[in-house]
């Protein structure tokens, strides 16, 4: 089925903004928001389990290898010397990444992701969860360690 609808110019001229960087029909972007701000779920977007769960809900076995070698990773941070941990407790996500990440939440959330896009997604996120871990845990070792933790405060936004 299909209709007509009459936007203003200023709202058509952002539609085709958000197209280009989405690569993405304008339909595609309307379809989107109607379906996402009106409740009937997209019936081309997969269903996602949860993270560390098949779609039955059932914890992957590589999932929970992943997370003690992780674990194991974090607990070695403890035989590092304080300028290395301070290095660690300064450590970022690389602006290319963080940016690639945020337009594909943006795109996500505007029509969704394909297959792969997803993969890179999810990829991203558990290296931005793994700097997190890192940084957390060296800031915990060096206030241990006697040393004044305050300027590992919070990036501003």
Not at 47 to 62: C, D, I, M, P, T
Not at 132 to 154: E, F, M, N, Q, T
Request: proline residues 4%; glycine residues 6%; charged residues 25%.
């Amino acid at each position: 089925m299909s209709h007509s609808i009459q936007l203003s110019p200023e709202l058509y001229g952002i539609l085709q903004q958000q197209a280009v960087v989405l690569n993405a029909t304008i339909e595609s972007l309307i379809e989107a928001a109607v379906r996402r701000d009106y409740g009937q779920a997209s019936p081309t977007k997969p269903h996602r389990a949860g993270k560390g769960q098949s779609a039955n809900g059932v914890s992957n076995a590589a999932d929970s290898t992943t997370l003690a070698k992780n674990l194991d990773e974090l607990d070695q941070l403890a035989f590092l010397t304080d300028a290395e941990l301070w290095q660690a407790a300064r450590t970022r996500l690389h602006p290319a990444d963080r940016n690639r990440m945020e337009g594909l939440l943006h795109k996500q959330q505007a029509i969704g992701l394909q297959p792969d896009e997803l993969t890179e997604a999810e990829m991203l996120a558990d290296r931005y969860d793994r700097t997190l871990l890192v940084r957390a845990k060296a800031a915990i070792l060096l206030k241990a360690r006697g040393h004044d933790v305050a300027s590992l405060g919070p990036d501003p936004v």
